[in-house]
């Protein structure tokens, strides 16, 4: 989970293309991720993943819709969803 919250984080603060996007979630289940964004506020993330302590195949499927940024103080153009 802390692998998807991180990568939505960045995906977000470095303003992500449109379309067809892979990658990983580190933790608990370590995973391979898949994401489709249609629109800067709307992405579909399918997740399949292998749970080492509990020795089972994890599978998630996530809606995630942006509704607002914060832009950042400090001047490097970075945006927070939210």
């Given at each position: 989970?802390?692998?998807?919250l ?6 977000s ?27 800067p ?5 399918l997740a399949?993943?292998?749970?080492f ?9 996530d809606?995630?819709?942006?509704f ?15």
């Amino acid at each position: 989970m802390i692998g998807v919250l991180f990568g939505m984080f960045l995906s977000s603060a470095w303003s992500a293309p449109l379309g067809l996007a892979a990658g990983a979630q580190l933790g608990e289940p370590v995973a391979l991720t898949l994401a489709y964004r249609w629109t800067p506020d709307m992405t579909v993330q399918l997740a399949q993943g292998w749970s080492f302590g509990q020795k089972r195949m994890h599978i998630s499927l996530d809606y995630q819709y942006t509704f607002a940024e914060i832009p950042s103080d400090d001047g490097m153009g970075l945006r927070y969803p939210v």
